[in-house]
């Protein structure tokens, strides 16, 4: 393990208050960037992987735009079918949403 009687308390007394309190500055430097660099990786992650969840989204929605057109489309073709006449097209049928 370690020599007995060496630790790291027993160098301390030695530096100056000054060397001291640069050091305890460089530790927490150190452990800020360390967590900084953690940080910024998880977001990296997590950034790619909203990214993907929008995609998955807008091709959902895309789907259910030709699902709900392909849906009219047939309740159209019924009425006609059922009727002999045209149903007159509504708008919210030909309504783009953003």
């Known amino acids: 393990m370690s ?3 060496w630790s790291l308390t ?5 530096l100056r208050f000054r060397a001291k309190v640069m050091l305890g500055f460089a530790a927490v430097l150190a452990i800020s960037a360390v967590s900084l660099c953690i940080a910024y990786f998880g977001f990296e992650h ?4 909203v990214a993907s969840y ?3 989204v807008a091709e959902a929605d895309l789907a259910r735009n030709i699902d709900r ?3 009219a489309y047939r309740a159209a073709a019924r009425y006609y ?13 030909f309504r783009r949403r953003a």
């Open 3 to 5: 020599k007995p009687g």
């Open 10 to 14: 027993s160098k301390l007394p030695t």
């Open 46 to 49: 997590v950034s790619a992987a």
């Open 54 to 56: 929008r995609n998955s």
């Open 69 to 71: 057109e392909l849906i």
């Open 81 to 93: 079918i059922v009727t002999g006449k045209e149903v007159k097209p509504r708008r919210r049928w």
